[in-house]
């Protein structure tokens, strides 16, 4: 029998980019090795994305702020009974080594491909619709002919300083992840709503429907307080919240 689906929502800023670098990195992982000329378009289109997300927000001061911070919770765990010391030294090595990384990146994180001429001519056009079709695009489109191999070659030289970056988000979302347990509840009427008057807020809500039944949870919140509407996924017209009571599962998670 499958899992059943963990819904996701972000609770702060560095949180929102940390995921949506996740999720593009992951779909450029999908893409980057087919030989589908098709296939390179989408990796490419990915790969302007993240360079902007990188460009937008001061991405690498963010990670090494979590990675120490990180570094300083785990290390208070150190002779805390009931912890295995193997594991615990394995993870503080995986952050210190993933910090080193991001160190020794020169410059801001994504300058080799917001730099490149090539790309910077492919991004001027991928905001126009259908504007990086091959009449428009000439050396993209030939370049897009190129053997495979080529094509991964120059990816990788993209890809030099974002590598680093990329093992950094896994790394971090992987420990909020697993940092807090999933609690059972219930939303009256749909409806659920909780205070985080906490030392340290929640960065992360993770929530679990056993039973999807065409709900799907919709999340309003922010550091201090969060509510969740479960909506019915109507066919047509807008989604609406549904009056039963359903029983979730949610954890709070906080590095």
């Keep these: 029998m499958p899992q059943a689906p963990i819904f996701e929502h972000p609770l702060n800023e560095r949180m929102r980019t940390f995921m949506r670098l996740e999720h593009l ?21 990915t790969l302007i994305d993240i360079a902007l997300i990188s ?58 491909a917001r730099e490149d001429e090539f790309l910077k001519s492919i991004a001027q056009r991928t905001s126009i619709p259908g504007g990086s079709c091959g009449f428009d695009l000439p050396h993209f489109h030939h370049w897009l002919l190129q053997p495979r191999a080529a094509r991964q070659t120059r990816l990788a030289h993209w890809l030099s300083d974002l590598t680093p970056t990329q093992e950094a988000v896994r790394l971090l979302l992987s420990l909020t992840r697993t940092s807090a347990p999933m609690r059972s509840l219930v939303a009256e009427n749909g409806f659920f709503q909780e205070s985080l008057e906490t030392p340290a807020p929640p960065q ?33 017209g807008r989604p609406t919240q549904t009056d039963d009571d359903i029983p979730f599962r949610l954890s709070c998670c906080v590095l």
């Design 204 to 236: 992360l809500l993770r929530i679990r429907l056993d039973a999807l039944d065409g709900l799907y949870p919709e999340v309003s919140g922010h550091r201090n307080r969060f509510s969740i509407r479960f909506m019915w996924a109507e066919r047509s």
């Design 25 to 45: 990195f992951e779909r450029l992982a999908r893409f980057a090795d087919e030989d589908d000329p098709w296939a390179t378009r989408v990796a490419i289109e």
């Design 55 to 112: 460009a937008r927000a001061d991405v690498k001061s963010e990670l090494l702020k979590e990675l120490d911070r990180a570094t300083e919770t785990l290390e208070r765990l150190t002779n805390r009974a009931g912890v295995d010391p193997d594991a615990l030294q394995q993870v503080l090595g995986e952050l210190r080594a993933a910090s080193a990384a991001i160190h020794g990146i020169h410059g801001p994180i994504g300058q080799c």
